[in-house]
């Protein structure tokens, strides 16, 4: 009877490992090329012209239309209850 042998070949896993391994290779080749990213002195001038706003006159508004009744109370009642207490 002949003997049957049995492979476990792991080929895709070897392939997947070895070009993680390439990309790690070339990030940290990219990362490390210029001395860790260093760059020199640089002397950078910026003349921006100033810009004033326009003198301009705010437009008329219209009247509003019909009466306007509006009760407005901005203080509270005299005889408000005070808050209680938060709950121990």
Do not use: H, K
């Not at 070897?14 to 490390?32: D, H, T």
């Not at 810009?51 to 009466?67: K, M, N, Q």
């Amino acid at each position: 009877m002949a003997d049957v042998v049995e492979r476990n070949n792991n080929g895709l896993l070897y392939f997947i490992v070895g070009g993680l391994i390439v990309a790690v290779a070339v990030i940290a080749w990219l990362a490390f090329a210029n001395d860790g990213g260093v760059a020199e002195d640089t002397d950078i001038t910026l003349d921006v012209p100033a810009v004033e706003a326009p003198d301009i006159d705010a437009p008329d508004l219209p009247a509003p239309a019909g009466e306007l009744d509006a009760d407005v109370n901005v203080n509270p009642p005299a005889n408000a209850n005070p808050p209680a207490p938060p709950a121990q």
